[in-house]
């Protein structure tokens, strides 16, 4: 049975204890610890196993000391994928049900110690609740509350748990033909102040690029990337240009990103530039603006 568990470890999965009873049980994965994504069945005998993480596999991994899983197995482990499927869809949509009452019972936000950190202000915050200390922002895919992020007054950020943000968006709305696409929510308030656009917050460096597979647009696009040059300096990869450059490239339109500066984003530059900040950033990022590639 402990080479049941390396494989298992090895495949990313944290099975807690294995129970050797010819049933499933679920477990923690590596990449999503806070939900039980991983299932493993052992053979009574503990000769035999299957074990998936159903979030990521593609198919089951089959582990044996003494031979090939019995097609009885096989019949259980598909049962079980089918189940474990229509269990996962019911709890994703019970918790964006519960994130939405939950944003629908909240006030509308009317300021925040947050922005004044910032050196931002209250524009771009329409939609925008609050619950007590916290900053509510939600997370849209085709218009509809997916998830929720909450800020603090120290800027900890968190999302709703339960909830998916993978594609999800919120959007700053204005009539015009320029649309930056950000990271960050701060970073997407800095670019809203300092000049005529609408912006598009992913929230981080990978679901910009997710948003960008399938985003359509008319008019003049701009991605506005992180640049993390202290942790490219450290580390050698500098995940926010390398996924403003991907999304910028599926999404056929211009990229920009700060440069000469201590911090990583365009919200940084309102600290450092100070009252100059915002022209610094619309001549930055309008230089940059190209007409998309694709549009709707």
């Not at 494989?7 to 590596?30: F, I, S, Y």
């Not at 006030?107 to 509510?136: A, F």
């Not at 809203?192 to 690029?209: E, I, S």
């Amino acid at each position: 049975m402990s080479d049941f568990y390396t494989a298992m470890q090895a495949a990313g999965l944290e099975p807690v204890a294995l129970v050797p009873d010819g049933k499933w049980h679920r477990c923690k994965t590596v990449d999503k610890p806070a939900r039980k994504n991983g299932a493993y069945l052992l053979d009574p005998t503990g000769r035999k196993g299957v074990f998936k993480n159903w979030a990521t596999d593609l198919d089951w991994h089959s582990w044996s000391m003494d031979g090939e899983i019995t097609q009885s197995q096989l019949r259980d482990m598909r049962r079980f994928e089918t189940a474990a499927r229509v269990e996962k869809i019911a709890a994703d949509k019970a918790a964006i049900a519960s994130a939405v009452k939950y944003f629908k019972s909240l006030p509308i936000l009317t300021g925040h110690p947050y922005l004044g950190n910032k050196g931002l202000s209250m524009l771009g915050c329409s939609g925008l609740k609050q619950d007590g200390r916290l900053m509510v922002i939600p997370i849209c895919r085709d218009e509809k509350i997916v998830s929720l992020q909450t800020i603090d007054p120290d800027g900890k950020k968190l999302y709703r748990a339960g909830c998916h943000v993978k594609g999800g968006v919120f959007v700053m709305e204005r009539s015009t033909t320029l649309t930056c696409f950000v990271e960050g929510f701060a970073t997407g308030l800095a670019i809203f102040q300092a000049l005529p656009c609408r912006v598009v917050v992913c929230f981080d460096a990978g679901n910009l690029v997710e948003v960008s597979k399938h985003y359509r647009s008319l008019g003049l696009g701009v991605v506005c990337a992180d640049n993390d040059h202290e942790t490219e300096a450290r580390t050698g990869s500098n995940k926010g240009l390398e996924a403003g450059r991907k999304a910028a490239e599926q999404l056929g339109c211009g990229i920009a990103y700060p440069q000469g500066l201590k911090g990583s984003d365009w919200a940084d530059a309102v600290k450092e530039y100070g009252p100059d900040a915002l022209r610094w950033i619309a001549r930055k990022i309008n230089v940059k603006a190209k007409p998309f590639r694709r549009s709707i």
